[in-house]
C-alpha cells in the first residue's frame, strides 16, 4: 500500500473535478480519513506532506493522534463521527475542527467545554439530508432552529454545514440540497463526499471531502 501515491492521486481527482465544475466547486480540500487504521499508515501521510486528516472516534483519536500532533504542529484533526456528551471534554482537548453537532445538547456541553478550555474550535453542524431515522444529524426542517439555536443562545460560530447521503441513493441531489442551505443560511463550508463520491461532491461545492478507503485501503 503505497499512501504517498494514493493521495497523490485522489488529489489529482479533487482538482481535476474542481476545474470541470468551473465557479461552482469550491477548493475540495482533503480530510484524509484515518479511522480503524495504524499509526504508521497516517505516518506516511504526514511525511508526504498531507496534514488535514478526520477520525470518527473520540477514544480511537485519543490513542493515535497527542504524539503526532507533538511531532507536526500543524495538524488539523477533525471529528467526523457520532458526540457522546461525555466525550466532550477529550474532544474539545484534541480536535481542531468538530464536525457533528447536531443537537442542542452536545452544542451546550460543546460551548461549555470550549470557554473552559479557552480552546476555539471551528464547528459544524451535521445534517441528516436524506431524513434516514438511523442516522445522526438534524433534520432539513429543523436546521433553522438549531442554527438559531447555536448561534444566539449558546453564542457558537457555525462554520460548516457536513451530510452523509443514504449510501444506495445517487448522492448528487443531497449535495444539491446541503449547499442549498449553506447558501440559505450563510453557511461558509461544506463538507461532503466520501471515496465513493467526492468528484461529485467538488462539482456540487465541496470545499472539505473526507476520503478514507480511497487513500488507505479497505476497512475490514
Ligand atoms: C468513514 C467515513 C468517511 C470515509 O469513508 P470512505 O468511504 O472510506 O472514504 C467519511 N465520512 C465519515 C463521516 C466517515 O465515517
Given at each position: 500500500?503505497?499512501?504517498?501515491?494514493q493521495?497523490?492521486?485522489v488529489?489529482?481527482r479533487?482538482?481535476?473535478?474542481?476545474?470541470g465544475?468551473?465557479?461552482v466547486?469550491?477548493?475540495?480540500?482533503?480530510i484524509?480519513?484515518?479511522?480503524?487504521?495504524?499509526?504508521?499508515m497516517?505516518?506516511?501521510a504526514l511525511?508526504?506532506?498531507?496534514?488535514l486528516f478526520?477520525?470518527?472516534r473520540?477514544q480511537?483519536?485519543i490513542?493515535k493522534?497527542p504524539?503526532?500532533?507533538q511531532q507536526?504542529?500543524d495538524?488539523?484533526?477533525h471529528?467526523?463521527?457520532p458526540?457522546?456528551?461525555?466525550?466532550?471534554?477529550?474532544?474539545?482537548k484534541l480536535?481542531?475542527v468538530?464536525q457533528t453537532?447536531?443537537?442542542?445538547?452536545?452544542?451546550?456541553?460543546?460551548?461549555?467545554?470550549?470557554?473552559?478550555?479557552?480552546?476555539?474550535?471551528?464547528?459544524?453542524?451535521?445534517?441528516?439530508i436524506?431524513?434516514e431515522?438511523q442516522k445522526?444529524?438534524?433534520?432539513?426542517d429543523?436546521?433553522?432552529?438549531?442554527?438559531?439555536?447555536?448561534?444566539?443562545?449558546?453564542?457558537?460560530t457555525?462554520?460548516?454545514?457536513?451530510?452523509?447521503?443514504?449510501?444506495e441513493?445517487?448522492?448528487?441531489?443531497?449535495?444539491?440540497?446541503l449547499r442549498?442551505?449553506?447558501k440559505?443560511?450563510?453557511i461558509?463550508h461544506l463538507?461532503m463526499?466520501?471515496?465513493?463520491?467526492?468528484?461529485?461532491?467538488v462539482?456540487?461545492g465541496a470545499d472539505?471531502?473526507r476520503?478514507?478507503s480511497?487513500?488507505?485501503?479497505?476497512?475490514?
Open positions: 500500500m503505497d499512501i504517498a501515491s493521495l497523490a492521486e488529489k489529482a479533487i482538482a481535476k473535478a474542481a476545474i465544475a468551473g465557479d466547486a469550491g477548493q475540495g480540500r482533503l484524509a480519513v484515518s479511522k480503524t487504521k495504524p499509526t504508521e497516517i505516518a506516511d511525511q508526504a506532506g498531507h496534514r478526520g477520525e470518527n473520540v480511537e483519536a490513542e493522534w504524539l503526532l500532533k507536526y504542529d495538524i488539523e484533526l471529528l467526523i463521527g458526540l457522546q456528551s461525555n466525550k466532550a471534554k477529550d474532544a474539545v480536535f481542531d468538530i453537532i447536531d443537537r442542542p445538547k452536545i452544542a451546550k456541553v460543546i460551548a461549555r467545554e470550549m470557554q473552559a478550555q479557552g480552546r476555539n474550535l471551528a464547528l459544524f453542524v451535521q445534517v441528516n436524506g431524513e431515522p445522526a444529524g438534524v433534520l432539513p429543523e436546521l433553522s432552529d438549531f442554527l438559531q439555536f447555536c448561534q444566539h443562545e449558546q453564542k457558537l457555525i462554520s460548516g454545514l457536513m451530510c452523509i447521503p443514504p449510501v441513493e445517487a448522492p448528487a441531489p443531497y449535495f444539491a440540497l442549498k442551505f449553506a440559505e443560511f450563510e461558509p463538507s463526499g466520501m471515496s465513493n463520491d467526492f468528484e461529485t461532491a462539482q456540487l472539505y471531502v476520503v478514507g480511497a487513500i488507505f485501503g479497505a476497512r475490514d
